[in-house]
T-cell receptor, first 116, second 117 residues
């Protein structure tokens, strides 16, 4: 079984400040890890993903995340927040291998608010 | 570029009625999925299909059924809607459920908001 916990359902930052959204996972097998973003009244779109290889992954819009196996974490960061980053962010995990690729387990979501 | 098209975008439904949410993709993806999104719970998998002609149960399948007659379409049916099925429903697809070519990235539709009264 696998699970994802996002710490903090709401995060508020000032424009230009560091964005840090926390995600911890549990998985009995090597995981694939994802961050998705959802803008109001839209579907989810992929920000970045970790499968194998380099543990620091870069995504769109200046976001990056680091896979830390020892901490079972995959926190999302961005050095400088922009107003357009305001959205809901979801961390997700899937099993690596077999037919489990697309059957993601999602966290509860974190709503990011950016204020001027 | 259409990607995934869901219909209807919004619907209010009386309890006990039958409802089918439609999902069509034009990316020729083999695998398709239905998720429901509820506040504080994130997205939960209802049903999936690894390829045309096959379907499987996800985390919360009760009260829902799906079919996959062809590659492009993956309708979700509520045989007799109940208020607890009030939710936003997302259809998604991925290029394959098998093999290393697929890394689990999903492509989502824009959702169908369903209210059951």
């Amino acid at each position: 079984a696998q699970s994802v916990t996002q710490l903090g359902s709401h995060v508020s930052v000032s424009e230009g400040a560091l964005v840090l959204l926390r995600c911890n996972y549990s998985s009995s097998v090597p995981p694939y890890l994802f961050w998705y973003v959802q803008y109001p009244n839209q579907g989810l779109q992929l920000l970045l993903k970790y499968t194998t290889g380099a543990t620091l992954v870069k995504g769109i819009n200046g976001f990056e995340a680091e896979f830390k196996k020892s901490e079972t974490s995959f926190h999302l960061t961005k050095p400088s927040a922009h107003m357009s980053d305001a959205a809901e962010y979801f961390c997700a995990v899937s099993r690596a291998g077999g037919t489990s690729y697309g059957k993601l387990t999602f966290g509860q979501g974190t709503i990011l608010t950016v204020h001027p | 570029i259409a990607g995934i098209t869901q219909a209807p975008t919004s619907q209010i439904l009386a309890a006990g009625r039958r409802m089918t949410l439609r999902c069509t993709q034009d990316m020729r993806h083999n695998a398709m999925y239905w998720y429901r999104q509820d506040l504080g719970l994130g997205l939960r998998l209802i049903h999936y299909s690894n390829t045309a002609g096959t379907t499987g149960k996800g985390e919360v399948p009760d009260g829902y059924s799906v079919s996959r007659a062809n590659t492009d379409d993956f309708p979700l049916t509520l045989a007799s809607a109940v208020p607890s099925q009030t939710s936003v429903y997302f259809c998604a697809s991925s290029d394959s459920a098998y093999g290393s070519a697929n890394t689990g990235e999903l492509f989502f539709g824009e959702g169908s908001r369903l209210t059951v009264l």
